[in-house]
């Protein structure tokens, strides 16, 4: 399943990075309460490391910040992944990389919802079901060679 | 003389017998101190020399070695030519003989007397004899060395050798291991390359046993004592294997093999060779190897995976390219360069007209970089590729596809610009003159901002080559530029349309001086419709952008003499309508204006007319509008001129300080006595529109507490302090006893500390010697008079003037600076005055920007930061020690102010020592304490020292506290603190991962948005501690 012979995709498109989000006065203001907005939750999200390429899922587009919904009064998080090609076998674990990353990084007030955009993959609803269940996702984590692919999609690049 | 070879006898028998090294120098001395000769010790050697033990003959070769080594200089040539037939002997004996034997030969060929021949009967016999590979490394490095002073001293007995010579070096070289004998051995390699010894046909061995190094790849052990890099290693092998076109035929397929690696460290150290070598190449060396090594380098380009590579690569290119330019031609011969670029062209060009324009950077990069490295070769590419951009350029519709395109149109530019050198050939780009100004222009009418910000760049590139802008261009172009500076609302366009004007006004000043300047004037003369109708405040606020841009530019455009004598009267026009209220400007553009002037007085050339300009027009002018001010703010309190406002006047000085520290030396020395006068004795007679009072008296105490004059002591400080150390300041002492004087006693706060900065700046300058000493010692009882009566009313004053004193002594090393900084020490534990002490140490340690620097010509020593820290250091944890509890704050603040200052390198050695009081700081309440701290332990977590690892618990539990800081930049830094915590040793830091990711959850909620995204990655980071993937 692992692409370690061949890789599936072996010549993704790359997209161009967002550039650094521009600091405006009202974030360097003491008083101003920023409210968590789609921007943010992609920035966090934007540095996950593909598992097959040395590219992020940014550079891919296989998370784009229109696909970002966050509202923050209401608690939740709803993130919408592509995956580059509709027959990726590496959709779960991308799916779970994200799922992981937004678990450690906001609040635990917020219910977080990942899935894939609608008509993107070939077993969308099979790989959505697993990334619902809080259950499954657990499991997951406790498989320690599976919780080291997804440490390693986490990490920080150090090229 | 008995006693003399009784005593040389018992040496050696001690030395070989006794095994007492030390006796060796003893001999030695005797031999240098003419004690016995030479001869002598032989003779005393003889039984030793002779035995029948092979060790006993070793410790006399040994001993006769190591005096020869130090006594090489004395010898005769008869003892010379004796010892080496000796020694060549020798080396036929047992091997426990051969290392002292090789130890004398290296001391011998050090003489200056070798007798001609020997030298070759030396190598003979060694290359002979000797295995040197089977020797022990210190007996090869003497092999070396011995190779290397006899190539420094007898080159030619060594080329009569013939090929011998470097055979006998391949098979001594053959198989060496250690990286320090390498570096001999590749030292010596270099010199038979490009000494032009005779390689025969060794020269592929020569070639083998070097390269198979190739390429270097070695970790020098940690602590290593030789301190041998890899990039020595790699230097000095590239240095023979690029040294020669001999090695060609080997090298180059060796280049294209080792491309193909996978080690990142390879293929750069390939690519360089590769830039090396060819810079000695001709064309017929390369001339099979070129398809190989394009499609290479056309791979590392294409797939670059670092940015270093790829530029290697195309460093290799360029100079391969440049190689094949530089060849003469034979008749027969095909023209090689043209087929190389063929092969480029064909395999980079299409990729520059495909739809998705997906390969076009790395393409064109490649192209361009083939495009620098001659005329011809700019030429050929340009020719094959421009008539295709640009006709791709106006048929493609998308504004980031014509971006792109304009763009790499822009490097061509750019990389025929490099090559171009000699005058009389002809211009590439002519040809596209006009189609390349068109496609300028209509870019610029775009309405799409990156689109306007490329094309600006790409008029810059065009103005510079010449020929391409013809003057009917430069007009349009400035109409465009005007256009966009009057109209454009995004920054970086004007920024980049600034810049644009300030390069263009640089080669067409006329052209600006005509057009621009006249267009800005009245567009910012223009007062803006309807005012005072609050509804119209956006397009007020318009119209201040609008004036903003006009000021900015016209700085920008000022750096020709011409144009400057037609810009610096509009800027002075603004001031005076701004003060006399014909059109209103704000402060702040008031502010601008000066800023301007300043940027002009930075950026023009240092000439007679410039000076004139601004000494004998400007500065007079200035001053002459802020006394207006000042006179008129005395008379009437209503409406008051923009010009006594203290940005305003602040915005002055730097323009004063510039133009007397950099323009015309002799000018400004006549500036600075007339703003003497006009100072001390109200002299009037030099500024413009003289109708000014005749008893002005800008540095006496004022009645009432109107400080509009005596404020303007500030523009006297820019006058007079930045002035060059060769001009003399005149009546400096009646400038010096009356600056006092108000500094102690106004109670104007930009009086008394302008007053006190100016009389600092002149101490700093003043001469060494009695007159100075006193001069500061009656200050300083004064201060001190003042500062020890809790009661006075100018202690403050006392203490700004103490404090500017002190820095400028503590900059030039004076002696009397101690007295001042102790004082100010004793100060942290002031009542009133102790927080203030401790701000007081980050302006010692700081460059202050209006005096005291080397821009103001100050007497600034090296490294006065590093030498007042570590005199005081141990003061202020003393002093730390025992001071109340309630002080300590002063004391913790004062160490933040000092240790943020030093360099890095200086904090990383110092801070280990000042440890626990660092961890003291981060528990005290103030936050610039805090703060000051935090980024002071950042840096050192990086590289942590024990001493740190020691104190985890308290320093983590401390910063943890911190990220609950009610200020948000105590949390940033903490957090990031805590994310460098996350680099130490896992072992360490593990125990605490629990606990901290506890703490961390709550920052992830932080109300401001730049502490969360810290609080998210220092989370990410310790979650992947010790766990599988992760670290």
Known sequence: MSGGTRLENANPVIFQRSGERLLTASDEDEEVHDPIDDREIFDILLSINDPEHPLSLEELNVVEQVRVKVNDEENSVGVEFTPTIPHCSMATLIGLSIKVKLLRSLPDRFKIDVHITPGTHASEEAVNKQLADKERVAAALENSSLLEVVNQCLSTRSI | MAADSALLLSLVEEFVSGLQDSKAKDTATGVKDGQFTILQLVEALGLSLTSSQPHTRARGVQLLSEVLHECYGNLTEAEVEVLIAFYENRLKD?????????QGLRALTKSTVLPPGSAVSMLRSLFQDVHVQSLMLAERSCVYNMLINLMETRETELKGLGTDFVFGFVQSMDGERDPRNLLLAFQIAKNIISRGYDLGKFAEELFEVTSCYFPIDFTPPPNDPHGITKEELIEALRAVLAGTPKFAEFLLPLIIEKLDSDVQSAKLDSLQTLTACVSRYEHKDLAEFLEGLWTSLRREVFQTSSERIESAGLAALTALTSCLSRSVLNSDSEDSLSTFLDLVLKDCKHHLCEPDLKLVWPSGKLLQAACTASNRASHIITAAVMPSLIEQYSSRTQCSHRRTLLEVVLRFIQSVKTSQSSENEERVLLAFRESLCSMVFSALSETNSSLQITATSMLTSLAQQTGLLLGSDVELAIDHLTRLLLMEEDDRVSLAVVECAGALAELHPEAFITELIPRLKTEMFAEPMDQGDSRETSEQHSHHAVRQRCLSALAAVSNQPSVVRESTPVLLEVLTSAHTGSVSFSVEEVVLACRSLQRIAEQVQDTEETGQCFHDIIIPRLLSLALQAALQGEGSSGCRSPLVEEAVLSAMVPVISTSCSRLQPMLAGQTASRAVSLFLDGDVSFLPDNSFPSHIQLLKKQQGDTWSQSQMVCLLMGCVCSLPRSVEVPQIDQLLSQLEEMSCTCSHSLSYTSAAKCFAGLVNKQSQGDSLDSLIQSTMKRVCRELDSTSSPARTQAFTLMIWVAKALLLRYHPLSTALTDKLFSLLDDADLGPMAADGFSLLMTDSADVLNRGCHADVRIMYR????????????????????????????????????????VQITELPALLSLLLEALSCPD???????????EPVLIDPPPALIQQLEALVSRLLALISSPAMSVRIASLRCIQALSRFPVHEILPFRARVLRALARPLDDKKRLVRSEAVQARGEWFLLGSPGGR
Do not use: D, M, W
């Open chain 2, 94 to 102: 047992h091997y426990v003989i051969t290392p002292p034997v090789l």
């Open chain 2, 866 to 905: 590093q030498r007042f820290f570590s005199e005081n250091s141990a003061k202020l944890v003393q002093g730390f020690n025992v001071a109340p509890q309630e002080k300590k704050p002063n004391y913790l603040k004062a160490l933040s102010n000092i240790v943020n200052k030093l360099p890095k390198q």
């Open chain 2, 927 to 937: 936050q610039g304490v805090q703060l000051s701290t935090l980024s002071c332990l």
